[in-house]
Nanobody
Framework: QVQLVESGGGLVQAGDSLKLSCTVSGGTFSTTVMAWFRQAPGKEREFVAG????????YYADSVKGRFTISRDNAKDTLYLQMNSLKPEDTAVYYC????????????????WGQGTQVTVSS
């Protein structure tokens, strides 16, 4: 059973930085494509960033490109999301997700999900 556990969320001010982590257990992390999604109140869950198995391939939503960086440490079975220059519109619950094949942007293409971590950005 693959389990994903996010951490690192919190309350920050606009312009601040925050780094999220997602620890994966119960599977072979290095063979899994990973992604971050987020869901703001009253909105659908949306793709934020994805990363291939080796970490060399990444893909970002336009709304976070240049501000967020996705990375992974296969030796630690951990996924990261470095978030810089945070904006109030980044406020959401952030989820990590896993699937076996290529990076995808639709949530229904991911097989495993974490419980989420709240990120709140005040203006």
């Amino acid at each position: 059973q693959v389990q994903l556990v996010e951490s690192g969320g919190g309350l920050v001010q606009a312009g601040d930085s925050l780094k999220l982590s997602c620890t994966v257990s119960g599977g072979t992390f290095s063979t899994t494509v990973m992604a971050w999604f987020r869901q703001a109140p009253g909105k659908e869950r949306e793709f934020v960033a994805g990363i291939g198995r080796s970490g060399t391939t990444t893909y970002y939503a336009d709304s976070v490109k240049g501000r967020f960086t996705i990375s992974r440490d296969n030796a630690k079975d951990t996924l990261y999301l470095q978030m810089n220059s945070l904006k109030p519109e980044d406020t959401a619950v952030y989820y990590c997700a896993a699937r076996r094949t290529l990076i995808a942007t639709r949530q229904n293409e991911y097989d495993y999900w974490g419980q989420g971590t709240q990120v709140t950005v005040s203006s």
